[in-house]
């Protein structure tokens, strides 16, 4: 049985009930009438059977009535089947006593009980409504004995015969009854439909309603942070600021963490939801609740009235201070230490409009977190856009330049100083872009460092390198060498060595020719663990060199310890050496520590033969730059390594192999 058919038959059971509970009430009626005339007259026989039987069918329907209702009836109509019996019980009682009294009675005494049982009857065979043919059947039923008495002043077969009529009367009187019952059926079973229909109707709409509660709530708050949402307080500040023409000076702050993907990738998601609710505290603690909105992951945005740029940059400032405050993490002391990126924008004095402003307080926000911009925040300005815009333009090209074939490398020759043979080459990336023409790694090796693209093109970069170094291997023989460059990203990637393990063995390329050159800086950020990566590269039989020495910040002490063969001197010494004292000292000075430690020196950027020579007299070991040719094409490379100056074109071996520097 369907839901449905079951709420409607309990429906009708339960109405069909309801009405029959009222009948003993209506029963004890005439029993209380029986008892008065009892009272007046002697009782016989045929009084006390009347009264079992009225009793008994009294009894019965206590019986019924007092049942549960699921086990009085299976179906409604078994129900209305055991209603009209019980109608039927009745009504013959209340007609036998009635014509039994008769003969007793007074013909007032009889019209004042017969008034009363036309109401009773009528009450019960009507209990379920006051539908007018039933009460007009019932109305007959009574009055036609009772008129007859009082027209005819008792004729005893004509009352006879009329309670005869009237008797018979009585299953017609329960066939209207019964048939407006049915009715009445398909009405409760209507209105139980209606009823479940709505009710159902008005639950769905209570859960919709709830539903929607929850989805606004949602969409206002953050449920990580409790937080307002983005929009939420784009429509705050919209009412609050800009539909009122307000004129004060506001500043919008848009915040974040720098490296924060790094502190996922290295701690998992919880250390960030934890860094994440920090940075919430504090900017709560810092500002008003319903004016700080989390936008995602990391980015938060506030905004504060101040009287120009400098209040708006010492209040980026303080905020800064707070959220750099280290966040211990409960694992054996550790704790990190988040770094904070905040972008400015002014309104009105930049936009008037709140998209606007938030991405100019965006701009401003990735501009602070470049490169080479150590500050805590930015406040915007054409430049930054320009710069900024041209950063994502970079960022989006460079995540299709491998797929469209727009990344190249190129080969600058590094040669032996005191014999000026090639002995190798420095690989150097080029990037061809279809819409930005040009770019130099200058500008599009940061950016990708940044992005983390660097570890794809990287990648891309070491295969090729060890393609190029396995043909000038099986050409030259195994002295000739090849120089890349590695971010510090890849080299303290999870895998680097066992990657590059793997193009040299695709490529069958002897690995003592291969060179990786490192930074200081990127050394330096994280010494440990490069120091473990390089070591694993010199078990390999590689090569590597320290890039750009002189720049960065390389210790002294880590140096010593230090897993390289090579030391490369920066140009920004070289160009000088013979025109600077100073440059000149240093040079010097950095030879003969390499030497003293056992390091190869490389001098980079040597463009002239003057410089050339001074460097070979100090005792420098090799050298590269424009002097002995530009980052070329690998042919044109090739055709420098077959000329008559490299002795390896004679005699392979006598190329100063990789490893015989270390
Ligand atoms: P670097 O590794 O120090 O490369 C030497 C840079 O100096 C090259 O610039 C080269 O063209 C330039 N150079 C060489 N000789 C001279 C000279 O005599 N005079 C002058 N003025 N410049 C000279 P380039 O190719 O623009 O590369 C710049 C930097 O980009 C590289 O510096 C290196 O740090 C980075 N880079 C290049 N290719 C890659 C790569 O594949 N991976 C990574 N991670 N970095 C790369
Ligand atoms: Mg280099
Ligand atoms: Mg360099």
Sequence with gaps: MSNSEEIQQRAVTEHLFAQMRWMPVLALIPLTVIALVLWQHAPSLQILLWLGF???????????????????????QSSLRLFAGMQLVLALGWSSVLFWFLDYLHPWQ???????????????LNSLSWHWPTYAVSLMVLLVP??????????????????????????????????????????????????ELTSTLQQRSHELSRMRKQLKTLKDTDSLTGLISGERWKSQFVETYINQQNSERIAIFFVDIRHFRKINQRWGTL????????????????????????LSADEFVFSAPVKNEQAAIELAQGLARYLRLPIQLGL?????????????????????????????????NHHCKGKYSSKAYSLFSAEIANATRRYIDLEMGLKQAIAKRELELLYQPQVELQTGAII??????????????AVSPVEFIPVAENSGLILQIGDWVLEQACATLARWQKQFGPGVHLAVNVSAMQLTARDFAERLARHLERHGCDSRGLHVEITESAIMDNPELAMRVLKKLRLMGVGTALDDFGT????LSYLKDMEIDYLKLDRSFISNVNTSPKDRAITESVIHMAKAIGLKLVAEGIETEEIGNALCAMGCDYGQGWLYGRPMHERSLVSMLIGPELPGSQAPGSVPAAGEGR
């Excluded at 190798?424 to 023409?437: F, V």
């Design 146 to 195: 009772v008129g007859s008495v009082l027209i005819f002043n008792y004729d005893d077969f004509l009352l006879h015969s009329l309670g005869v009529m009237a008797f018979l009367m009585l299953p017609l009187a329960g066939y209207v009854s019964r048939r407006e019952y049915l009715e009445r059926i398909v009405l409760v079973m209507a209105e139980a439909d209606k009823v």
């Design 54 to 76: 009225m009793a008994l069918g009294e009894m019965v329907l206590l019986l019924v009535t007092r049942m549960p209702i699921n086990e009085r009836a299976g179906t409604w």
């Design 110 to 124: 009889i019209a004042s009980i017969a008034i009363v049982l036309m109401a009773v009857a009528a009450a019960g």
């Design 271 to 294: 250390v960030g939801d934890r860094v994440i609710l920090e940075v919430a505290g504090h900017l709560v603690a810092f500002v008003d609740h319903q004016n700080v909105c989390h």
């Design 424 to 437: 190798g080459a420095e690989a150097l990336l080029r990037w061809h872009s279809s819409t930005l023409g």
């Design 332 to 364: 054996e002391g550790v704790s990190i230490h988040p770094e904070p990126a905040i972008g400015i924008a002014l309104y009105p004095d930049h936009s008037t409009d709140i998209d606007t402003l938030l991405d100019y307080a965006a701009l401003a």
């Design 552 to 555: 960065g910040y390389s210790s």
